[in-house]
């Protein structure tokens, strides 16, 4: 962190106070999803190409964010207001980028694993930890999602504030960048499917879906046996044994 240090801000939740702009920024509620960025990445130019084109006087919040200046208090309100709105979507829209690092997704690694983001709501996949995703890069066209390694389908965040977010804040790329980078962490996927039934009798439209999708899954077997491609539970991404 820069060495000027600013005012004392206090956050959204009211709670406690803090000296720098990110910790600010990552301690109001609803910004659960965000790591902290390193300094040295928002303040390399080249991290910042294109970002232009989404706010203006990106020297003024690139300082602000790095704590190398503060607010001019004899501003208005309104400019304050436009000044803060401004840095906090420049730090988001850094931030998609910063999440595909090394560094950045090593620390989304840590809040992969505390359940930050939370987990998947399907009873079958026994609450495996979701990764945030975004369905378009660019901002201010669709809000961000939660994708499931396990089902690898998609679900909407639980929370209202979290459900605001954009989702270019996360990009499209995240959970695969991520799910490549650390292997190890691709769950089993689980093969039980629920089969809605009366009095233990499976109910025929249903059981014939059913029986439409267990097709589908052994002809992926069959296509991933003919490539030479592992898949048993002894891989990651495998399928799981029946139960």
């Given at each position: 962190m820069s060495s000027m240090v600013p005012q004392h801000q206090i956050s959204d939740s009211g709670s406690e106070y803090t000296e720098y702009w990110i910790d600010w920024f990552l301690g109001c509620r609803g910004n659960e999803y965000f790591c902290d960025i390193d300094v040295e990445y928002i303040t390399d130019r080249f991290n910042l190409t294109g970002l232009n084109q989404y706010v203006d006087k990106m020297s003024i919040l690139v300082d602000l964010i790095t704590d190398k200046t503060t607010m001019d208090e004899n501003q208005s309100e309104a400019t304050k207001n436009k000044l803060e709105d401004n840095a906090k979507f420049l730090y988001a829209l850094v931030h998609s980028r910063y999440i595909i690092t090394l560094r950045g997704l090593n620390k989304m690694l840590d809040k992969y694993r505390n359940g930050d983001f939370g987990y998947c709501p399907r009873v079958h996949c026994k609450l495996t930890p979701l990764l945030p995703i975004g369905l378009s890069d660019t901002p201010r066209v669709a809000s961000v999602k939660l994708y499931c390694p396990n089902c690898e389908d998609l679900y909407n965040p639980?929370?209202?504030?979290?459900?605001?977010?954009?989702?270019?804040?996360?990009?499209?790329?995240?959970?695969?960048?991520?799910?490549?980078?650390?292997?190890?962490?691709?769950?089993?996927?689980?093969?039980?499917?629920?089969?809605?039934?009366?009095?233990?009798?499976?109910?025929?439209?249903?059981?014939?879906?059913?029986?439409?999708?267990?097709?589908?899954k052994e002809k992926l077997k069959k296509e991933l046996d003919e490539k030479s491609i592992e898949h048993s539970r002894s891989v990651p991404g495998g399928f799981a044994s029946p139960t």
């Open positions: 639980k929370s209202s504030r979290h459900a605001a977010i954009d989702g270019a804040f996360f990009g499209t790329s995240f959970p695969s960048m991520f799910l490549q980078t650390y292997p190890e962490l691709i769950p089993l996927h689980n093969v039980e499917i629920y089969t809605p039934k009366i009095f233990g009798f499976h109910i025929h439209d249903y059981a014939k879906m059913t029986r439409w999708r267990l097709l589908q």
